[in-house]
């Protein structure tokens, strides 16, 4: 190899690692959410409000929009099992997911629609809620929802999971092999 092509290289390999930093960072920020909330940690969540003491992960956010096109629907779903079960299911599968580096195809899409319904929920765009009250929104349109869904994106168009990953192995795997959108 000359040395022409080191500098190329060394920062195709610069890239490679930051994503798979920022893959796994981003996983942990799942998971963080997932523990946090099934076992109430005390930080978003008391002890005495978590899901495996009997609480609602998604009641107290979801009771509280007070904002947007889609408030009362929110406010229907809000402590139902269902929004509860698929919303802990989705952190906790995600995460995992971008932690090993392995479909990334499916925790993008997921965790997109997921951070969609949550931005849906604060709904940016509103300068005012329901009781005319400042919202305090920074931006109508980009917030840390839609950051969030396009890292998920850019870390499954990049298939950051080949580097500290498991993504090489997990695409082996023969249910894998047939079913390409699980990578």
Do not use: C
């Not at 998971?31 to 978003?44: E, I, M, Q, S």
């Not at 802990?88 to 392995?102: Q, S, Y």
């Amino acid at each position: 190899m000359s040395a022409v092509h080191a500098p190329a290289r060394s920062r195709v390999d610069a890239a490679a690692k930051s994503l798979a930093v920022l893959r796994i960072v981003t996983g942990l920020l799942f998971l963080w959410a997932f523990f946090d909330k099934a076992f109430g940690l005390g930080y978003a969540t008391q002890s005495k409000n978590a899901w495996f003491s009997g609480g609602s992960p998604t009641k107290g956010f979801l009771s509280r929009v007070d904002v947007g096109p889609f408030q009362s629907t929110f406010h229907d779903i809000a402590g139902t099992w269902w929004a509860d079960g698929l919303f802990m299911a989705g952190l906790l599968a995600i995460g995992v997911a971008l932690v090993l580096g392995i479909g990334l195809r499916v925790s993008a899409v997921a965790g997109t629609l997921m951070m969609l319904l949550m931005w849906a929920a604060e709904w940016p765009p509103a300068q005012h809620n329901a009781a005319g009250e400042a919202t305090m929104s920074t931006n109508p349109i980009i917030d840390y929802h839609v950051v969030y869904a396009l890292v998920l994106i850019v870390l499954a168009a990049t298939a950051s999971g080949a580097v500290w990953g498991l993504a090489r192995r997990w695409a082996e795997l023969p249910f894998v092999k047939a079913n390409t959108w699980l990578r």
